[in-house]
């Protein structure tokens, strides 16, 4: 069974950055694409950013695009998050999610297509 175990969360000001972590079971990023999930009090789930398990080119929802990058170390198992510029709307608690695609769809990816959650980390912006 996939691993998943996020790290990296905590507050910071507008403007200010976070570098999340993703580390995986071994050899899941030879299998899964990982995606990044993000979940505000009150709102639906949303996926920000994907990276493919076949040739890790990343995907970006428009929210987060030019803002934040996706990465992967295959040795270390692990994908990061690097989140720059953070706004007031993008707190939230951060999922990374196993997806059994090599290739990501976007970053709209449907529940059923994941294999295995992360139990998150909490991302807060504020002055």
């Known amino acids: 069974q996939v691993q998943l175990v996020e790290s990296g969360g905590g507050l910071v000001q507008p403007g200010g950055s976070l570098n999340l972590s993703c580390e995986a079971s071994?050899?899941?990023?030879?299998?899964?694409?990982i995606a990044w999930f993000r979940q505000a009090p009150g709102k639906e789930r949303e996926g920000v950013s994907c990276?493919?398990?076949?040739?890790?080119?990343?995907h970006y929802a428009d929210s987060v695009k030019g803002r934040f990058a996706i990465s992967r170390d295959i040795a270390r198992s692990t994908v990061y998050l690097q989140m720059n510029n953070l706004k007031p709307e993008d707190p939230g608690v951060y999922y990374c999610a196993a997806v059994f695609l090599d290739t990501c769809p976007g970053t709209k990816i449907a529940t059923a297509l994941v294999g295995s959650w992360g139990q998150g980390t909490q991302v807060n912006v504020s002055s």
């Open positions: 990276i493919s398990s076949s040739d890790g080119s990343p």
């Open positions: 071994e050899f899941t990023l030879n299998y899964y694409s």
